[in-house]
């Protein structure tokens, strides 16, 4: 039923709303962070260098040559987010945040914070966003790209909320991958990557977490017109024909290409 919904409202963009490399973003978004500031330390200093990241010069999301093109990649779980992003950065050159990495890392950390995090895994909820957020931020703060993923984020409208107030930004595209579901169930009982939340009891919860929380976000971005949507079956090579498609047609060389062509 969602399928049907969202594909109802996810057009493509016009060519014109998404900001293409080619057109502004090859001039703004040349080398960017981290930016050396020795005298600020600690949380605030945080904050102050993110803002200045992402506090745009020239409007909206315009004109500060510090921020980088952002990529919000969603899609069902085992929707191939993950494989598609891997194949996204060596091609394109683009830092990969995967959300889901990020926190399983909190929890390897052994922190206070990182039992939290496990049992809501385990149960296929959402983390809270201030701790997922501030896992992105710091991600973000230390990579040089000017060219960011951010995979499986956000899951829900407070994981939008939250990141668009702490780093005044909005993404530039969002990626979707529509997948159905026996297709994502069928992948995720055969990734055999050990990981605690591939059972079919949970996936069964997080593909309700899915439809309930994470479309609403998809329908908001695509009512702004930054919405493309993929579709997630077949095989990983055609899809990533899609996807090679997609960010041709936003400008971006495909560094790989070049390289096995010798250019
Ligand atoms: N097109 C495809 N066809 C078949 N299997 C695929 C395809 N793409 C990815 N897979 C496999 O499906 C599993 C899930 O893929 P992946 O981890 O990329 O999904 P994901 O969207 O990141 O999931 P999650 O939200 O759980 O992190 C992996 O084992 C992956 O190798
Ligand atoms: N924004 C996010 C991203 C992930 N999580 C939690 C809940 C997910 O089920 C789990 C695994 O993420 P994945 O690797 O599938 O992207 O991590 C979250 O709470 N918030
Ligand atoms: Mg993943």
């Known amino acids: 039923m969602w399928r049907r919904r969202v594909g109802a409202l996810l057009l493509r963009p016009r060519s014109s709303s998404i900001p293409t490399p080619s057109a502004t973003h090859r001039r703004r978004h040349h080398l960017l962070l981290p930016v050396s ?10 904050n102050v260098l993110l ?4 506090t745009s010069q020239a409007g909206a999301d315009g004109g500060n040559p510090r921020k980088p093109f952002i990529a919000f990649v969603l899609g069902g779980p085992g929707s ?21 990495d990020l926190l399983r890392n909190e929890i390897a950390s052994g922190s206070e914070k990182g039992e939290l995090i496990l049992d809501i895994i385990k149960e296929g909820r959402i983390v809270p966003s201030e701790i997922t957020v501030e896992l992105i931020r710091k991600a973000m ?21 939250a990141f668009e ?37 949970t996936i069964k919860k997080r593909l309700k977490v ?35 498609k997609l960010f041709a047609s936003l400008g971006f060389e495909n560094f790989v290409f070049h390289k096995s062509r010798g250019l």
């Open 80 to 100: 191939g987010k993950g494989t598609q992003c891997t194949r996204i950065a060596s091609d394109f050159g683009f830092a990969h945040l995967s959300a889901g």
């Open 141 to 161: 703060e230390s990579t040089d790209a000017k060219r960011v993923l951010i995979d499986g984020f956000p899951r829900c409208e407070e994981n939008r909320i």
């Open 210 to 244: 899915f439809e309930n929380l994470n479309i609403p976000v998809v329908d908001y971005y695509s009512s702004r017109g930054k919405v493309h949507k993929i579709s997630a079956t077949g095989t990983e090579e055609e899809i990533f024909g899609a996807v090679r």
């Open 165 to 201: 107030r702490i780093t005044g930004t909005e993404p530039d595209l969002v990626i979707f991958f529509d997948c159905p579901e026996d297709e994502m169930v069928k992948r995720l009982l055969g990734r055999n990557q050990g990981r605690v939340d591939d059972n079919i009891e």
């Open 51 to 54: 803002l200045r990241l992402f």
């Open 37 to 46: 500031v020795p005298d600020e330390k600690g949380p605030l200093a945080s």
